[in-house]
């Protein structure tokens, strides 16, 4: 990807290819508030992986009871965000797009029935997850006996 870039920089570009390339202008309306919630945590170019963005996709999802199909949305957004940084060539050619899951509707039925906990060896890739605060736990004294 080169060097770290600010995501929210190139919305207003977005918007704009995307109104000549002729997309309905209530649809560009949701998919910049979609676009604006994803780089308000994701945001530089360096944080669109795999892993963050299933993690940030997951929170965001939990915290506001987001339904399958708003999720899909936010996907769907993003990822036609990831492709135009992709066409101006802010994001190389070979970088695997983060939004692409095999199904986005069991991602959300997940979300709204589990919580996500990090692995130990997945605290370092996301420790900088300005929406994902650690608790250190501590067990009670009886359940140690």
Not at 96 to 110: C, G, K, N, S, Y
């Amino acid at each position: 990807m080169g060097t770290e870039q600010i995501l929210s920089n190139f919305i207003s570009e977005w918007k704009n290819y995307e109104e000549i390339r002729g997309l309905e202008k209530k649809t560009i309306i949701q998919a910049e508030k979609d676009i604006k919630l994803l780089t308000k945590d994701v945001s530089t170019t360096n944080l669109l992986t795999k892993k963050y963005v299933t993690l940030w996709i997951k929170h965001v999802a939990r915290k506001k009871g987001m339904s399958a199909s708003t999720v899909n949305r936010i996907v769907n957004s993003s990822r036609s965000f990831f492709r135009y940084l992709k066409h101006i060539e802010l994001i190389k050619d070979d970088v695997i797009d983060p939004f692409v899951f095999d199904d986005p509707a069991p991602l959300a039925a997940h979300i709204q029935s589990t919580t996500v906990v990090p692995e130990p060896q997945s605290l370092l890739v996301v420790e900088n997850a300005p929406f994902i605060k650690f608790v250190n736990h501590v067990p009670a004294a009886s359940a140690l006996v």
